[in-house]
């Protein structure tokens, strides 16, 4: 196994559990390089600073972050069997980004989640490991769009999207800034580009959330260093290449923003 935990990690998960009765237990990580063998941050696994005062807390409590609160993945994350047999909730059947499906109505349909006692972190995800599926991936394995396709029709089916829609856009913005961001060269950026325009979640919105997609990865990637050409350059290809005409009052806009917000 890449990953590996503190000695009470799994004491303080279940007591946290027993306690406050809770379906869902959430605990902060942190990485651990395996070339350097040294610990960073990861504040995003958890922000502690957007979850209620109180324990147990419901979803609805933070309907506007509770999909950003943590991450879209299962590694953080305890779940009560009985409660994922009455939402019957399941994984994808594929090798990538699985448990988009599964997460995501883990945290909106749960009425008793909780943490930790200790928001130290005690589960340390290793990194710069050769053989991880992270290290792997192509543009052509194109699971995380379908999984949030699948969350966004779990939610409907419940009658809780609008409820949840803010929060959803963001999860899934993330993601999509996520996968364009560890693509590895400009034809593989605009191939995957290419297929998030034509798989719109939300068609209003589209254009405003491929828009930001250009425009945060450009500023986190640095892209005149990445892709060895200056960012507006830069800019000025993908559109082209997109064969999408943006309103550059809308992209000016952008650039005081973090987040789509609905």
């Known amino acids: 196994a890449d990953d590996f935990i503190d000695d009470d990690l799994l004491a303080d998960a279940y007591l946290s559990a027993e306690n406050t009765n809770a379906d869902v237990v959430l605990f902060p990580i942190d ?17 502690v600073h957007k979850l209620p005062d109180k324990r147990p807390f419901s979803s609805y409590d933070i309907y506007n972050n509770i999909f950003t609160i943590t991450t879209p993945g299962p590694v953080n994350k305890f779940v009560k069997k009985q409660y994922i047999k009455r939402e019957k909730l399941k994984f994808a059947d594929t090798k990538r980004s699985e448990d988009i499906q599964f997460v995501l109505p883990v945290l909106a349909f ?27 991936k192509t543009v052509d394995n194109y699971p995380f769009w379908h999984g949030y396709i699948s969350v966004k029709e779990q939610l409907e089916n419940k009658g809780v999207y609008n409820i949840f829609r803010k929060s959803f856009v963001n999860a899934a913005l993330a993601s999509c800034l996520y996968e364009l961001k560890t693509h590895k060269n400009y034809k593989e950026y605009i191939k995957l580009y290419t297929k998030l325009k034509e798989n719109n979640i939300s068609p209003n919105v589209s254009d405003y959330i491929l828009m930001k997609m250009i425009y945060f990865t450009v500023k986190e990637m640095q892209a005149h260093q990445k892709y060895g050409m200056d960012i507006d350059d830069f800019l000025y290809k993908i559109l082209s290449d997109c064969q999408k005409d943006f309103n550059h009052s809308v992209f000016l806009l952008l650039q005081n923003e973090q987040y789509f917000d609905v």
Do not use: C, G, Q
């Open 31 to 47: 990485f651990f390089n395996a070339k350097t063998h040294s610990f960073s941050s990861m504040d995003w696994s958890l922000v």
């Open 110 to 136: 749960a009425d008793r989640i909780t943490t930790t006692s200790s928001l130290k972190p005690k589960y340390h995800y290793r990194k710069n490991v050769l053989n991880s599926l992270e290290t792997k």
